[in-house]
């Protein structure tokens, strides 16, 4: 299993808000974990991406991962193409041939000479999803990553999701909304930190 949480917990001072989490994201999958606002998947975001320790249990995976945050992490000054250059820097890569083929299809290309100031939300967040997916990444956790797109940009997410756990890769797609459900393989519901199947969704395949 290329992304694997035990028995995750969480508290904020006395405030438990993750309560012995389990659940895997196979090669090969796509995963969806859905709540609402407060019910603990920024805590848990921020666990599986390294960011924060857990009070208790364990989260570990396999391969590169790439992390796509809600709140893209862009300079406004630099070009899409000099975000490009630098994460390329980042990721030690010999090229940006990578980044370059995603915003190809995610029809932004035409704007790689922009300032990142000047684009619209919607294609500030194909950069953001392009950066988390240049370096190729085995397991990628996906936050919101579809907010702002239009709807051939939302279906053009969904192609490449697809395209990517079709070359094995494992994607964890987490969101306060519950429509997508239908596209996943598996469906968790998280609510007040407790992590329960949802019997009801996913069979994206």
């Not at 309560?19 to 995963?31: I, Q, Y």
């Not at 921020?46 to 992490?73: D, F, K």
């Not at 919101?144 to 797609?173: H, K, N």
Request: proline letters at 3%; hydrophobic letters at 40%; glycine letters at 12%.
């Amino acid at each position: 299993m290329s992304l694997q949480v035990r028995q995750l917990r969480h508290a904020y001072g006395k405030r438990l808000v993750l309560r012995d989490v389990t659940f895997e994201v196979p090669d090969g999958a796509l995963v969806g974990v859905v709540g609402e606002n407060g019910a603990g998947k920024t805590t848990l975001l921020r666990i599986l991406c390294g960011e924060l320790t857990p009070t208790g249990g364990a989260a570990s995976h396999t391969g590169r991962m790439g992390y796509c945050p809600q709140q893209a992490v862009l300079n406004d000054a630099f070009t899409v193409r000099q975000h490009l250059w630098f994460f390329r820097l980042a990721y030690r890569l010999p090229d940006t041939r990578r980044g370059e083929e995603l915003m190809d299809g995610l029809r932004f290309a035409d704007c790689r000479d922009e300032r990142v100031g000047t684009l619209s939300g919607g294609t500030r967040q194909k950069l953001n999803l392009t950066l988390a997916l240049m370096h190729d990444p085995e397991v990628l956790l996906l936050d919101e990553p579809y907010q702002g797109f239009d709807w051939d940009t939302y279906l053009r997410f969904w192609e490449l999701a697809q395209q990517l756990r079709d070359r094995g890769r494992s994607v964890l797609v987490i969101s306060h909304l519950a429509h997508d459900t239908a596209r996943l393989d598996t469906v968790y519901r998280l609510g007040a930190g407790v992590l329960r199947p949802d019997a009801t969704a996913g069979g994206g395949r």
